[in-house]
């Protein structure tokens, strides 16, 4: 069953330090997203990615945030300089096959683990 | 303001028997309503998901519902199982402008042996 990969599962980093979440989403999928859970919280949204660029974006996406499909397969997040409120677990996901309806379920990958110190 | 709000926070039943949880939102308008399942340390996963012309909808064990005038949703596990142990989450998106979905805290559930 195709699924929604990333890595690292846990990624360990100091203060204002620069970290990029890789993903790969499920082939032939058309829409992107990240979220974040900071521990005990709900998950949040963060970006949407559609047709090689943002379609969407929460108040949490700053300027420290950006993403990129740098080739066929692959969606990053990256944080430019690390603070200690990011924190969380960061999940990617992709929905919707070309020609279905964009109320598609999103499959979540299993999640990366960022704690900054 | 745009809101989702789950009840119970959480709740214990024994292994084989029924719950309902239930999720209120209000966000407007509406376009669809989804309830995940999320094992602790995991991502998300979809058990259903409804529009706004759907009043019901089973996935195995579980039957969600929608009452959109209400702007109530349940989700309602059978036969529960130990393997049913997760946190259960209602998540909401808007029609039209944005696009970003509203999430619920979730209803953590334990089934005991």
């Known amino acids: 069953e195709p699924e929604v990969t990333q890595t690292p599962s846990h990624q360990v980093t100091q203060m204002g330090q620069e970290v990029i979440l890789r993903c790969v989403p499920i082939s032939n999928h058309l829409y992107f997203y990240w979220y974040r859970q900071i521990l005990g919280q709900k998950v949040e949204f963060l970006v949407s990615f559609y047709n090689n660029e943002i379609s969407e974006k929460s108040e949490i996406f700053d300027d420290q945030f950006s993403v990129e499909r740098p080739d066929g397969s692959n969606f990053t997040l990256k944080i430019r300089s690390t603070k200690l409120e990011d924190s969380a677990m960061y999940f990617c996901a992709s929905s919707v096959l070309l020609g279905q309806p964009t109320n598609t379920e999103a499959f979540f990958g299993q999640g990366t683990r960022l704690t900054v110190v | 303001k745009n809101q989702v709000e789950q009840s119970p926070q959480s709740l214990i039943i024994l292994e084989g028997k029924n719950c309902t949880l239930q999720c209120n939102y209000t966000v407007s308008p509406f376009s669809n309503l989804r309830w995940y399942k999320q094992d602790t340390g995991r991502g998300p996963v979809s058990l259903t998901i409804?529009?706004?012309?759907?009043n019901t909808k089973s996935n195995g064990r579980y039957t969600a519902t929608l009452d959109a005038d209400t702007k109530q949703s349940s989700l309602h596990i059978t036969a529960s199982q130990l393997s049913d142990s997760a946190s259960y989450i209602c998540v909401v998106s808007a029609a039209g402008g944005s696009y970003i979905p509203t999430f619920g805290r979730g209803t953590s559930l334990i089934v005991h042996p």
């Open positions: 409804m529009t706004f012309s759907e």
